[in-house]
């Protein structure tokens, strides 16, 4: 990854891509169609699928291909296409593995994890970890000194929405700038701050008609980076059909983005 990633005044970074892997062909088909959007914008993609949905509603829910094979795909991915990768890890155990990936990401319920922090960060690769929803935003200070005292200094740390209640999550945008004023960049996971959790039954529902507004007011407090998951037809999507954001919309999105994060980088 380059040396100057996520840095203050560089170019918009975006992670998009599946929420989960539904199988190679259909991601390669995803990365392959966000490379061609990509190319005419002047931002940087990273592209994100999940090999394990380990924290689904249900136990009949999709997960995923696995470790192994997912990883695999990623690879396949990043090889085919020259651009970065991330997905989540749940256990330490899986680090060692996933330091293929450009980018490891900690899941918001596992953000306080020691030993998962640990792993991530003896890798060398960037960690970013996304603030738990149970969490305040001052309290990720010592999230990132777990991370620092296992030599990790590649850090970016994602907003992604506080529990309010049941089924619903709010954004504080308050969080954003506390978390700027710990010197790390920040990423903003619009998709997952409009997620209703649970709300669904045996799957968590969602309000992806907010996701445009929140993304802009992200991008007027300055963060390096955005987190939307797209996908080629919503409805058919195996995980977070309510919240992942189609292709036509997410084109559609950043070209209403990119002059607005141009200004507030000026």
């Given amino acids: 990854m380059p040396s100057d990633l996520f840095k203050k005044g560089s170019v918009l970074h975006v992670i998009t891509g599946p929420c989960v892997i539904e199988d190679e062909e259909h991601t390669l088909r995803c990365a392959e169609s966000?490379?061609?959007?990509?190319?005419?914008?002047?931002?940087?993609?990273?592209?994100?699928?999940?090999?394990?949905?380990?924290?689904r509603s249900s136990h009949r829910s999709y997960r995923g291909p696995g470790i192994d094979q997912g990883l695999a795909i990623l690879e396949k991915v990043r090889s085919t296409f020259a651009i970065p990768v991330t997905a989540d890890i749940h256990h330490p155990e899986e680090a060692e593995k996933a330091a293929l990936l450009d980018i490891i990401q900690i899941p918001a319920f596992l953000c306080r994890q020691t030993d998962l922090l640990a792993a991530a960060a003896k890798t060398g690769r960037w960690v970013n970890i996304k603030k738990g929803q149970f969490l305040s935003p001052w309290e990720m200070q010592h999230v990132v000194e777990k991370v620092r005292n296992a030599g990790g200094e590649k850090i970016?740390?994602?907003?992604?929405?506080?529990?309010?209640?049941?089924?619903?999550?709010?954004?504080?945008?308050?969080?954003?700038?506390?978390?700027?004023?710990?010197?790390?960049?920040?990423?903003f996971d619009a998709s997952h701050s409009v997620q209703l959790p649970?709300?669904?039954?045996?799957?968590?529902?969602?309000?992806?008609?907010f996701i445009p507004a929140l993304s802009r007011s992200a991008i007027a407090l300055g963060v390096q980076a955005l987190f939307i998951e797209s996908h080629p037809n919503p409805a058919q999507a195996l995980s977070?059909?309510?919240?992942?954001?189609?292709?036509?919309?997410l084109e559609v999105l950043i070209e209403e983005l990119l002059p607005l994060y141009e200004l507030c980088q000026a």
């Fill in 34 to 55: 966000l490379v061609r959007m990509f190319a005419k914008w002047p931002c940087k993609l990273i592209f994100k699928a999940s090999y394990d949905k380990a924290n």
């Fill in 156 to 187: 970016l740390l994602t907003e992604r929405g506080t529990m309010y209640g049941y089924n619903n999550l709010v954004s504080d945008m308050r969080a954003i700038v506390i978390m700027q004023s710990l010197g790390l960049p920040v990423c």
């Fill in 240 to 249: 977070d059909q309510n919240t992942v954001y189609s292709f036509e919309d």
């Fill in 198 to 209: 649970g709300a669904a039954g045996s799957s968590s529902g969602g309000e992806r008609q």
